[in-house]
């Protein structure tokens, strides 16, 4: 649901957040910035990097982890790459454990993508599925809704798992 709706008014929100920014263009530049400046700078969305705290979406008894580093060198991780990542909340029955450190898939971020037919998709949030060295999910559940950009970075087993493929 949050899919769709972000993809529907992305250019709503784009041209309302410039509106934003011409209106308060002619204030001096300390007032604009205790005016309007925390809240332009917490609608940008930015890659998973480094230190970035994450939902856990599966039935593996992890809540929270904490993104220690993205896998194949890059800046940051977007839909789809696999993250390296630290278990900071846990159910206390679970398969893993507190401060385990765990593989996992990004299965929504809150940074836009464009797709092929020119549409975009951001989520509200950023979610992840723990997965184990070879790529197979720890869970056998996947909660809320999963993109169909997996299908292409060859997650195919998340997506048969997912309640919903956005």
Do not use: W
């Not at 836009?112 to 999910?137: H, M, Y």
């Amino acid at each position: 649901m949050a899919a769709s709706f972000a993809s529907r008014c992305s250019r709503v929100g784009r041209s309302l957040m410039d509106g934003l920014r011409n209106n308060f263009s002619n204030l001096p530049s300390s007032s604009r910035e205790t005016t309007c400046g925390s809240f332009l700078y917490q609608q940008q969305r930015t890659f998973i990097q480094m230190r970035t705290v994450l939902k856990v979406v599966d039935n593996s008894g992890a809540k929270k982890v904490m993104c220690i580093q993205p896998l194949k060198g890059k800046k940051g991780a977007r839909l789809g790459d696999t993250i390296i990542a630290s278990v900071k909340e846990a159910m206390p029955n679970g398969k893993v454990k507190k401060g385990k450190v765990v593989y996992g898939v990004v299965v929504r971020a809150a940074m836009q993508r464009g797709r092929c037919d020119g549409s975009e998709v951001k989520f509200d949030d950023n979610a992840v599925v723990l997965v184990d060295k070879q790529g197979q999910p720890i869970g056998t559940r996947v909660f809320g809704p999963v993109p169909h950009e997996l299908r292409q970075k060859k997650h195919v087993k998340i997506l048969t798992l997912a309640e919903h493929i956005a």
